[in-house]
């Protein structure tokens, strides 16, 4: 899967726990449970496979922040 492909998937996941959020009621716990799961992929998917640390947002360049190496 490609690294936009995941951060789309983030994102929808995203919206999907603000608008749980927003209706209240019990569906506030949904909404938070799936922020969390949210945050849960933000860590398992964009993670650098060099240095294995979650990369959120990749330098101009395509290369990690944290070593340097190429991510895609
Ligand atoms: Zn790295």
Request: charged share 20%; aromatic share 10%; glycine share 12%.
């Amino acid at each position: 899967m490609k690294r936009k492909h995941k951060q789309m998937i983030i994102i929808w996941v995203g919206l999907l726990a603000g608008i749980l959020l927003f209706r209240g009621g019990w569906m506030t716990y949904a909404g938070l449970g799936i922020f969390l799961l949210d945050l849960g992929l933000v860590w398992l998917l964009l993670r650098c496979p060099h240095c294995g640390k979650p990369v959120r947002e990749l330098r101009p360049d395509k290369t990690c922040p944290y070593c340097g190496k190429k991510v895609e």
